[in-house]
């Protein structure tokens, strides 16, 4: 498994930057990882299981949003999308958390993983 920086190395004067969930849930399973029993390493690498439910539901919302934009760009008066009309940006920002919150999880999910081979291979 290829090395990904968790986020979480601190910088000098022990800031941790600018927080996001994925680097929370880095800092938390780094910090939890070793105490981990098996079935705890098999929860955490479940992940990557919701990780593509909630990708498939957001690309769905995605596409929906985009149906949604299209047909109110062909209305005279222009773009009427009922409640996210004008504040587009605070909802592109709301979506890239919530990618962000998937990267994290498919991170550990996958790191998880890796480690419970390791384990089940003797290699840990």
Not at 29 to 36: G, M, Q, R, S, W
Not at 47 to 67: F, K, N, P, Q, R
Not at 80 to 88: A, E, L, R, V, Y
Request: glycine fraction near 12%.
């Amino acid at each position: 498994m290829t090395e990904k920086s968790t986020g979480t190395e601190k910088p000098k004067g022990g800031s941790l930057g600018a927080f996001s969930m994925s680097k929370l849930l880095s800092m938390l399973y780094e910090t939890a990882k070793p105490h981990l029993t098996d079935t705890e390493l098999k929860f955490v690498s479940d992940a990557a299981d919701y990780v593509t439910l909630e990708s498939g539901d957001m690309a769905s919302i995605a596409e929906a949003i985009g149906c949604a934009v299209e047909n109110d760009d062909n209305r005279e008066g222009g773009l009427q999308c009922g409640s996210i009309q004008g504040n587009i940006p605070a909802f592109f920002w709301h979506i890239g958390r919530n990618y962000d919150l998937l990267d994290g999880l498919t991170f550990i999910g996958g790191d998880a993983e890796f480690k419970l081979q390791e384990r089940k291979d003797g290699t840990a």
